[in-house]
């Protein structure tokens, strides 16, 4: 059985997490994005079938975050320092993963992308367009027309409560931020009285059991948060816009793992120098 290491739990984990996210990722990138991707490629493609795909990759969404759930209870240190985060993707993350604001960013970026095509329109009686398949793709496919120009004229519903989420966003995320600051802060000081009687490990452990269901009770919100985000997102948009919403976002995912693009982030990264080290 598989020791899991934490800060505020001190519980055994008979797997660690990083172990579920490998085969999580590996089903998103090699199963449930090409079906989807070919399920919206196909001119023939029947709703019924696209709706599939497209639940199927949220059901996939939300049983992530079902999962971390169930691990913060059980050693929420492993989910706050993610170990099987890279380097290109840790800048992103609050409270342990990626941040709320990502899932209303991309959506955003669909509507201002959508804005640009207006300016850009070609001849209306195409029946398909010509799409990139990814920013970082030079390959490209025809989409049907019908789904290529699913972001055209977004409706007010939409707008509204894209406009409610990011206002609740406003008010939940310092919200979080505010209450993890505290209990970080709790956990010190509980440490820093204790300390200088010579009860460090009493002192420690103490700290530990006093701040760790103040902690999983904060990353279990801010999880939720994002589930809920998703949630509002999917149900505001149609079955066209949710799949090539979902599909930006299982690509932005995929991105971030791409040899290439880490090969070029290890070869940006600038060694201090001695001076420099001196300075500091």
């Known amino acids: 059985m598989l020791k899991a290491v934490g800060l505020f739990g001190r519980k055994k984990t008979t797997r660690q997490f990083k172990d579920f996210y490998a085969e999580w990722f590996n089903t998103l990138k090699n199963t449930l994005l090409p079906s989807l991707r070919s399920?919206?490629?196909e001119s023939d493609s029947s709703l019924t079938r696209l709706s599939t795909q497209m639940e199927a990759l949220h059901l996939h969404f939300q049983s992530y975050y079902d999962a971390l759930d169930l691990?913060?209870?059980?050693d929420v240190a492993q989910l706050l320092c993610p170990t099987w985060r890279n380097p290109l993707e840790k800048p992103f993350l609050f409270l342990?993963?990626?941040?709320?604001?990502?899932?209303?960013?991309?959506?955003?970026s669909f509507l201002t992308q959508n804005d640009t095509?207006?300016?850009n329109e070609n001849d209306g009686d195409s029946m398909v367009v010509h799409c990139a398949r990814d920013r970082g793709d030079r390959d490209s496919f025809d989409r049907p027309w019908h789904i290529a120009t699913a972001w055209r004229s977004p409706s007010y519903n939409l707008m509204e409560r894209v406009e409610q989420v990011e206002r609740g966003l406003r008010l939940m995320v310092p919200a979080l931020a505010g209450r993890a600051r505290d209990a970080q802060v709790g956990f010190l000081e509980h440490v820093a009285r204790n300390w200088a009687f010579g009860t460090h490990k009493p002192a420690v452990e103490d700290a530990m059991a006093e701040q760790n269901e103040e902690m999983v009770g904060v990353f279990v919100d801010a999880n939720r948060l994002r589930k809920s985000v998703l949630v509002e997102i999917m149900g505001a948009t149609n079955v066209y816009q949710g799949a090539l919403f979902l599909e930006g976002l299982a690509q932005?995912?995929?991105?971030?793992?791409?040899?290439?693009?880490?090969?070029?982030?290890?070869?940006?990264?600038t060694p201090l120098s001695k001076q420099s080290r001196l300075g500091i």
């Open 71 to 74: 691990a913060a209870q059980n």
């Open 117 to 119: 095509d207006s300016d």
């Open 39 to 41: 399920s919206m490629s």
């Open 96 to 108: 342990g993963d990626f941040h709320p604001y990502l899932f209303t960013n991309l959506l955003r």
């Open 252 to 269: 932005f995912l995929v991105g971030f793992r791409d040899p290439e693009l880490l090969a070029q982030f290890e070869l940006c990264k």
